[in-house]
């Protein structure tokens, strides 16, 4: 019934509801109480920084305004080069929301549905049963990609393409991990498919129309996706390090750097901000198309946060609809959330994948939430399940 209504409600309607609604929560900023915050978490990041060895940057806002922005350490170990807000981190698995947006819009325009099968697209492909909406959920059983073709791909020096890929399941045909839509299991493998549909329906490149109908509207003017051929671009970016006391850049398994959908994207905590403000403009996705991707889709999900289309989902006290996802890829560690009532906002960027930093992102939501302080500083780390 709400898709059916989002069918019949007008855009221009739909915008100055959301436009109001965005106006009635900034109303609610508290510059005194949002110093109060700010001046926590800038105790609470400086002693990260030098006392747990947190390296990033990092931006959190309430009520749709940010609070508080800082970078911390290097984005170049070797030559001492700073970290600054401008500075683009690898998303790792933050980036399959992008990938879960694309095909939302396309699905909005009528090109394709969320129950079509992967072989409308790719009808070579071995596995049957397997739905777009099956992929968007982790529901699809496929395997993971990373480690099917380890030991059959002799040249790791050049990065794979998302066809290239698809072309090695269909010779090589690895066993399923289940059958099709049986129980959730996060999966890579439906997320770079996800962005193969996206080119094979539009006939632009993953990276191109991501960068023209998302990156271009949501105003996020320093992001991009890598897909191993943007050297310059990530030549400005930040380099990801891993190890304890003696850390080193990530240099192996380069050739999986090529696939897109579930990882590749670029951005800055800036631009992630855009993006979350963009959400609520109505400029990417339609309100209540953009409702299912936050909607819980299993049933089976034994932990306290489900899973929509690309985000995490769960509900805190009080209701609050909390929305995230992290990711953790070649020394990367990243985490968005997002809180729809009053519009908060965390993003924390990190190229040093060996603290755990992301683990007490606890406190920062302790922090702009004190009133529910001790329920966010007694939960296990809600970026445990999602460090993908």
């Excluded at 609470?44 to 060895?53: A, E, P, S, T, V």
Aim: proline share 4%.
């Amino acid at each position: 019934m709400a898709f059916a209504a989002c069918e019949s409600r007008s855009q221009d309607k739909q915008a100055r509801q959301d436009a109001l609604l965005v106006d009635s929560v900034s109303l609610l900023f508290s510059p005194e109480d949002s110093a109060i915050k700010a001046a926590q978490l800038d105790t609470f990041f400086h002693n990260l920084n030098q006392r747990h060895g947190f390296n990033g940057t990092v931006l959190v806002a309430q009520y749709g305004k940010p609070i508080y922005k800082g970078a911390f350490g290097y984005k170049n170990f070797s030559s001492h080069d700073t970290l600054a807000l401008s500075t683009p981190f690898q998303l790792a698995s933050v980036s399959k929301q992008f990938t879960a947006v694309a095909i939302m819009q396309l699905q909005e325009k009528g090109l394709l549905s969320y129950e079509d099968s992967i072989q409308k697209f790719f009808p070579d492909f071995p596995y049957h049963e397997i739905t777009v909406r099956s992929m968007l959920t982790h529901r699809s059983g496929l395997p993971n990609y990373m480690y099917a073709f380890e030991k059959i791909i002799r040249d790791k020096n050049k990065p794979l393409t998302n066809a290239e890929v698809i072309d090695l399941f269909i010779k090589h045909k690895p066993g399923i991990y289940y059958l099709p839509n049986k129980k959730f299991n996060y999966s890579n493998t439906g997320y770079f498919l996800l962005a193969a549909i996206v080119e094979k329906i539009t006939g632009e490149r993953f990276k191109e129309y991501v960068a023209k109908h998302i990156f271009g509207p949501a105003g996020m003017t320093h992001s991009f996706i890598f897909d191993g051929t943007d050297s310059a671009k990530v030549a400005k970016a930040a380099i990801g390090y891993v190890g304890g006391r003696y850390i080193r850049p990530v240099t192996d398994n380069y050739y999986l750097e090529g696939v897109t959908g579930d990882k590749g994207v670029y951005s800055t905590v800036e631009d992630m901000f855009k993006w979350d403000q963009a959400l609520y403009s109505g400029k990417i996705l339609k309100a209540c198309t953009l409702e299912e991707a936050f909607t819980p889709k299993h049933f089976d999900v034994k932990t306290y946060a489900n899973y929509g289309f690309g985000w995490r989902t769960y509900y805190a006290p009080g209701g609050e609809p909390l929305v995230f996802h992290a990711g953790w890829w070649h020394g990367f560690k990243s985490y968005f959330m997002r809180n729809q009532r009053d519009h908060s906002t965390i993003v924390i960027l990190s190229n040093k994948a060996s603290n755990h930093s992301l683990s007490r992102v606890n406190v920062v939501q302790a922090i702009l939430w004190p009133k529910r302080a001790n329920f966010y500083l007694h939960r296990a780390d809600t970026t445990q399940q999602a460090a993908e």
